[in-house]
């Protein structure tokens, strides 16, 4: 089975650019939701979607940042204009609202670095 | 709010050593507890779980008992090897509502030959 599949894998932007995330979680999860990681703050929760449905978005650090789950197949999470300081991995994860033990599964992160 | 701690890294042991990793916690009501492990380059995996008092989750050789009375969920490994080099997660997921993940700060573990 696929696991969740993020892109790009690697990206490098000009400060003020727009940078935008993808996630394709996996089939039949519920539940997706953005992390942030970093040396500094170690790995933060920025959103959660269940069904599609934004249901906490007090992680997101500040305007500049958005995510929408316009299908249960699909999620972006864009940053426009980006900052040195936006720099980081930023993991999807997902997983379904029965049967997994709570148990969440990771992609294998989208390492951004802005410059 | 719920929160994981971790015993600070980086931890260096010569292979074959005994590991230990300590986690505790603070939650409300009846969390399920995690170690995840996140190898160089890569994306966090799960390494194993519990879901209740007094459960023991295993994989690989890893071991954590989920302690109720101390609030704490220590992962141990009785001989390291130099492919456990990698950074390990403690966390929590409450059972009730967002059920979301809530992360120690990571414990870089190395191995060396």
């Known amino acids: 089975d696929a696991g969740v599949i993020q892109s790009p894998r690697h990206e490098v932007t000009e400060m003020g650019q727009e940078v935008t995330l993808r996630c394709k979680p996996i089939?039949?999860?519920?539940?997706l939701f953005w992390y942030r990681q970093t040396m500094m703050r170690g790995l933060e929760l920025l959103i959660y979607?269940?069904?599609?449905?934004?249901?906490?978005d007090s992680g997101m650090p500040e305007d500049r940042f958005s995510a929408k789950m316009p299908n249960a197949s699909f999620s972006t999470l864009k940053i426009q204009p980006s900052e040195p300081r936006d720099s980081a991995v930023y993991f999807c994860?997902?997983?379904?609202?029965?049967?997994?033990?709570?148990?969440?599964?990771f992609g294998e992160g989208s390492w951004l670095t802005v410059v | 709010g719920d929160s994981v701690t971790q015993m600070e890294g980086p931890v260096t042991l010569s292979e074959e050593a005994f590991l230990t990793i300590n986690c505790t916690y603070t939650?409300?009501?009846?969390?399920?507890l995690f170690w995840y492990v996140q190898y160089p380059g890569e994306g966090l995996q799960l390494l194993l779980k519990?879901?209740?008092?007094?459960d023991k989750g295993s994989n690989k050789g890893f071991e954590a008992t989920y302690r109720k009375e101390t609030t704490s969920f220590h992962l141990e490994k009785g001989s390291v090897q130099v492919s456990d080099s990698a950074v390990y997660f403690c966390?929590?997921?409450?059972?009730?509502?967002?059920?979301?993940?809530?992360f120690g700060q990571g414990t870089r573990l190395t191995i060396n030959p």
């Open positions: 994860a997902s997983r379904p609202d029965q049967g997994s033990g709570n148990t969440i599964y």
């Open positions: 089939s039949g999860h519920n539940s």
């Open positions: 979607f269940n069904n599609n449905v934004p249901i906490d």
């Open positions: 939650a409300t009501g009846y969390p399920s």
């Open positions: 519990a879901t209740k008092a007094d």
């Open positions: 966390a929590l997921s409450d059972r009730q509502g967002a059920q979301k993940l809530v």
